[in-house]
């Protein structure tokens, strides 16, 4: 079974600077997604960023940029010049191709002014 | 506009009864999922179906029940064999790799 795992329960940042946030996942599969969603205090989730397995090249989104290492099972999250706008719980999550969709138990995330 | 919608918003209920959440997509999205979230353990897949009149049990699918007889609706019941149903609920539609989520639901035993 397909498992992911986000080993920070709560981080914080301050306005304007980096953070990443950690995620690795455990599959027998070759063909998947992972992807990134936010949920800010109104619940509603929002997808911040995907990668397909098979595409070598990182993902990017604007400020946001993962960096995928499928052979360690790694796909942490680069939130560049934080704004105060992405505090938000962030969840990393797994799909198999045609599967199910499994998500981490989520990182709090802060950003102080 | 296309969407998903999650209804009620908040939901209260007697303990002993049965509930049924609704979730409705215009998306013509064929898979649908319910997932269960409570603080500090993420979102727990309860049901999933992939096609109209199949679906397969999650990870925490006992105490829950699903039917999927069209495309577009995919209620959850929450049935009085669920322990601790106090929750919030979201409902997620998917198509290829794109998935798009409900509003939610906060479900309350009273």
């Known amino acids: ?113 | 506009d296309g969407g998903i919608t999650q209804s009620p918003k908040y939901l209260f209920r007697k303990e002993g009864q049965n509930v049924t959440l609704s979730c409705e997509q215009n998306l013509n999205h064929d898979a649908m999922y319910w997932y269960r979230q409570d603080p500090g353990q993420g979102l727990r897949l309860i049901y999933y179906s992939q096609i109209v009149n199949d679906f397969q049990k999650g990870d925490i699918a006992e105490g829950y029940s699903v039917s999927r007889e069209k495309k577009e609706s995919f209620p959850l019941t929450v049935t009085s064999a669920q322990k601790n149903p106090t929750a919030f609920y979201l409902c997620a539609s998917r198509k290829g790799f794109s998935a798009f989520f409900g509003q939610g639901t906060r479900l309350t035993v009273v």
Not at chain 1, 31 to 40: D, E, I, S, V
């Open chain 1, 1 to 113: 079974a397909q498992t992911v795992t986000q080993s920070q329960p709560e981080m914080s940042v301050q306005e304007a600077e980096t953070v990443t946030l950690s995620c690795t996942y455990d599959t027998s599969e070759n063909n998947y997604y992972l992807f990134w969603y936010k949920q800010p205090p109104s619940r509603q989730m929002i997808l911040v960023i995907r990668q397909e397995a098979y595409k070598q090249q990182n993902a990017t989104e604007n400020r946001f940029s993962v960096n995928f290492q499928k052979a360690a099972k790694s796909f942490s999250l680069k939130i560049s010049d934080s704004q105060l706008g992405d505090t938000a719980m962030y969840f990393c999550a797994f799909m198999k191709h045609g599967g199910k969709l499994i998500f981490g138990q989520g990182t709090e995330l802060s950003v102080k002014p």
